[in-house]
């Protein structure tokens, strides 16, 4: 059974920072893309950083250079801090994680296991 938790969201001004976790059960972050994705109300989820299994980064353009990936393998931690935020940050965040060689991609649908989310709001 995988399991997904996050954890560190909240309140925060517009400038500041947060940063996320996600822990993960019944999977090893060695063996699985992970994903950052987040939702705001009325719009579609989107992913926003990933770390495939050799830790290799992207990042969706409008959070390149504020937000940072980093993941332990050994703990079975995923992590995104994110710094100078903004309100149009303001989403649900979720962790996802895909079975991967290497691999990874951006849509939602092709991630296998998801947590349940970690509200982020940026006043």
């Known amino acids: 059974q995988v399991q997904l938790v996050e954890s560190g969201g909240g309140l925060v001004q517009a400038g500041g920072s947060l940063r996320l976790s996600c822990a993960a059960s019944?999977?090893?972050?060695?063996?699985?893309?992970m994903g950052w994705f987040r939702q705001a109300p009325g719009k579609e989820r989107e992913g926003i950083a990933i770390?495939?299994?050799?830790?290799?980064?992207w990042y969706i353009e409008s959070v390149k250079g504020r937000f940072r990936i980093s993941k332990d393998n050994a703990k079975n931690v995923l992590d995104l801090l994110m710094n100078n935020l903004k309100p149009d940050d303001t989403a649900m965040y979720y962790c996802?994680?895909?079975?991967?060689?290497?691999?990874?991609?951006?849509?939602?649908?092709?991630?296998?296991?998801w947590g349940q989310g970690t509200q982020v709001t940026v006043s």
């Open positions: 996802a994680a895909r079975r991967s060689i290497g691999n990874c991609y951006w849509t939602p649908e092709r991630y296998d296991s």
């Open positions: 019944g999977i090893t972050y060695s063996s699985y893309c």
């Open positions: 770390i495939n299994t050799v830790g290799t980064t």
